[in-house]
């Protein structure tokens, strides 16, 4: 991507909802060639992150990969979602993203095909990134919690680290019931 759509792309602002929608209405593909329909995980929270195999931020594959091994057993979902929206810094070929997760971090969680999060918006990140309350990703591993209900809980920047206090805390909250789309 070039300096000048680069520039575009952060001039870009999606549409505010006014109101929150359901999240889980949508489907990804995923790596391993299956589709997710996010409605299966109704009922439990989800993290959706942006992700990138070739960004200073990819060791937070690790932090996310805990957070998947310590929580999902107690309901919590994850979803990876690989994207070249900032800088290209992903792989072209879907094979080559799964390769280098598992091979690199052993990552289990569910990761979708490469997709945008913020140039030309995949559906679920357009809806996403439009709830009340949320923003557009301005780097590769912004995290979104969404409550069992498929609404919007909280959300946070790269530089948080997936299984530090701020989201680790969110996720119990969210676990516990104590959070459904708030913002």
Not at 38 to 60: E, M, Y
Not at 118 to 146: C, E, M
Not at 160 to 170: A, F, L, N, R, Y
Request: proline share 7%.
């Amino acid at each position: 991507m070039s300096k000048l759509s680069t520039l575009r792309m952060y001039m870009r602002r999606p549409e505010r909802l006014a109101e929150a929608t359901d999240l889980y209405t949508h489907r990804v593909k995923l790596l391993d060639g299956g589709e997710l329909d996010l409605a299966d995980w109704r009922g439990h929270p989800t993290l959706i992150v942006n992700t990138a195999s070739k960004c200073g931020f990819t060791p937070q594959y690790e932090g996310l990969e805990r957070l998947y091994e310590r929580y999902h057993d107690s309901g919590l979902e994850l979803l990876g979602c690989p994207s070249g929206d900032f800088a290209d810094q992903e792989y072209e070929e879907d094979g080559e993203i799964g390769s280098f997760c598992q091979r690199n971090y052993g990552v289990q969680f569910p990761l979708s095909t490469r997709l945008s999060v913020r140039d030309r918006p995949d559906p679920l990140w357009a809806a996403l990134i439009s709830q009340p309350g949320s923003a557009p990703p301005k780097w590769n591993f912004t995290k979104y919690l969404v409550g069992g209900d498929g609404r919007l809980i909280e959300h946070w920047g790269p530089t948080v680290q997936p299984d530090g206090p701020k989201i680790t805390e969110s996720i119990e909250r969210a676990l516990a019931g104590g959070e459904q789309g708030r913002v």
